[in-house]
């Protein structure tokens, strides 16, 4: 009992810490060692173009137009196919999960396709739509409806009883429950969903763009493979690469802007 | 206004809930609803506000409710059951929206901001406010819309003990000034013996009547007595708590 030992700490750690400054130096490190690699001639060119000559190919094509014009083609599809999944998706998805009738025979159905690579079903629709836009806005619908349907109804799920029960206990008619309690409360899962059925919608559209089509990213990157331009094939996957991250961007504006509450 | 329980039971599946309650409930009077857990009185109050149809008998009103009583039968929530995407107003404004005009609403929800000391936090959001102001919310929510019954489903339980005491404060300055019958479920002795006239003390699973306990003084005059009617009230429900502690839920 003489002598006074100090109590060790040991709280420490494992708790996440912002650090601001350490993606960026481990992206441009990596930057770096692929760069000289690529000069040393560790990366042979031809299978691994150096991050150079990838920006020189980008700004290239950019600038001769090349880009926009498979840009604009792809988005040409993403975009009305996003729309039309998700409109469809948040019908289905809000109905499953208002109405039980609805959700006891949605859940069969919708449990049985979902797992469905909607690529394979590409030819199907080819056949159905012909070779053109209406089959890959079609795939890119089909892919992007499920996920849609799925979160818009576990959203809906995920809404406390105990506000609904209170919006019954308050007399609200049902449809002020469903627009002011249910859908508000489900925003945020249909929001999250949105994410994932705009990476669904920038796969498939690649996938469709590779199987048949002119123009477009995935028909781009696949003709630079073809043709061993592999500076301008990674330049089309950057392509891609920015262009998920403007979706996500706009979606975490979305998000900020809707979700305020939280 | 007087509320009748006539023969209330309820059963959930085969599990018998509430046997056969009676009570008659004065016209602006504050009765408190007692006993140990799951004894139904959660289940009662649920029956008392139509939010639960009782397997038999029947709860009813005297006369009509006053007309402009917007929801005669209105519940303050145990965990508040705000709505974290409105604020303080638009909460209390909820049960409004469809039936006042934008001018009557904003002066009603005034009023019982004011009353409940929420006015300075009309544009907050609930997860800004601390768990006591949330609960003031719940009950400006439930006087906007005058209320003949107001139903409190263990109103101060997911508070600690100091907010706990404010609120009580508070309870009962509001209730000075507002004419509901008042039924008030907790599974804390203080606050029935502090803001109930009545005490209705229910019995273990299925719920019965045990006893009812009156407790005569006024509310304001009740500091002297109310460590004496805790210990009468909890000597009528001890040994059926420490039965139903150790109670092994089914599975």
């Avoid at chain 1, 090349?66 to 040409?76: C, D, E, I, M, R």
């Avoid at chain 1, 859940?107 to 030819?123: D, H, N, Q, R, T």
């Avoid at chain 2, 329980?5 to 599946?13: C, L």
């Avoid at chain 2, 008392?48 to 402009?68: F, I, N």
Wanted: proline share 7%; with cysteine.
């Amino acid at each position: 009992m003489s002598e006074r030992q100090p109590v060790p700490f040991r709280g420490g750690g494992f708790a996440p810490a912002p650090r601001r400054v350490l993606p960026w130096v481990v992206f441009a490190v990596l930057i770096a060692l692929w760069q000289a690699a690529s000069n040393t001639g560790l990366l042979p060119p031809l299978f691994m173009p150096s991050p150079l000559s990838v920006v020189k190919a980008l700004v290239a094509l950019w600038q001769d137009g090349t880009l926009v014009g498979h840009v604009t083609a792809s988005l040409g599809r993403i975009i009305p196919g996003w729309l039309i999944g998700t409109a469809a998706g948040l019908a289905v998805g809000l109905a499953m999960g208002i109405f039980s009738a609805a959700r006891a025979a949605g859940i069969p159905i919708v449990s049985a396709l979902f797992p469905i690579p909607k690529i394979a079903l590409l030819p199907l629709l080819i056949l159905w739509f012909g070779i053109g836009e209406p089959s890959k806005i079609a795939t890119i619908a089909l892919g992007v409806f499920f996920p849609t349907t799925i979160s818009a109804y576990t959203a809906c799920d995920s809404v406390p009883r105990n506000l609904i029960r209170m919006g019954q206990s308050f007399g609200l008619p049902a449809r002020d429950i469903v627009a002011k309690i249910l859908l508000p409360g489900a925003m945020p899962g249909i929001l999250a969903g949105f994410r994932i059925s705009a990476s669904v919608a920038l796969l498939l559209v690649v996938a469709a763009e590779m199987i048949g089509a002119q123009q477009g990213i995935g028909a781009f990157v696949l003709t630079a493979g073809s043709l061993m331009q592999t500076d301008q094939l990674l330049a089309g996957v950057v392509m891609l690469s920015m262009l998920g991250l403007l979706i996500a961007w706009g979606l975490g504006m979305l998000e900020r802007a809707w979700l305020k509450w939280r | 206004m007087p509320l009748h329980v006539e023969r209330v039971s309820h059963q959930y599946g085969p599990v018998a809930a509430l046997d056969s309650i009676d009570l008659d409930i004065a016209d602006g009077e504050t009765v408190a609803l007692i006993g140990p857990s799951g004894c139904g009185k959660s289940t009662l109050l649920g029956i008392l506000g139509g939010l639960l149809q009782p397997t038999a008998g029947r709860v009813s009103l005297s006369g009509k409710p006053p007309a402009d009583s917007l929801n005669p039968f209105t519940y303050v929530f145990q965990d508040f059951a705000l709505l974290p995407w409105r604020t303080v107003e638009a909460n209390v404004a909820l049960a409004l929206e469809h039936r006042l005009s934008t001018a009557e609403r904003r002066e009603r929800v005034a009023a019982a901001l004011a009353l409940t000391g929420l006015a300075d936090f009309a544009a907050a959001y609930p997860k800004q406010l601390s768990g006591g102001m949330r609960q003031r919310v719940g009950i400006a929510r439930a006087l906007v819309v005058r209320p003949a019954v107001l139903l409190l489903d263990e109103p101060l339980s997911a508070l600690d003990a100091q907010t706990r005491e404010l609120l009580m404060e508070d309870l009962l300055r509001i209730w000075a000034r507002e004419r509901s019958t008042r039924v008030y479920v907790t599974h804390n002795l203080e606050e029935a013996a502090r803001l109930a006239d009545r005490v209705v003390v229910l019995s273990r699973r299925p719920g019965r009547i045990r006893e009812i306990v009156r407790i005569d003084a006024p509310v304001s005059e009740r500091a002297a007595i109310i460590p004496e009617m805790q210990r009468k009230l909890w000597a009528l429900i001890r040994d059926e708590a420490a039965t139903a502690d150790r109670e092994v839920q089914g599975v």
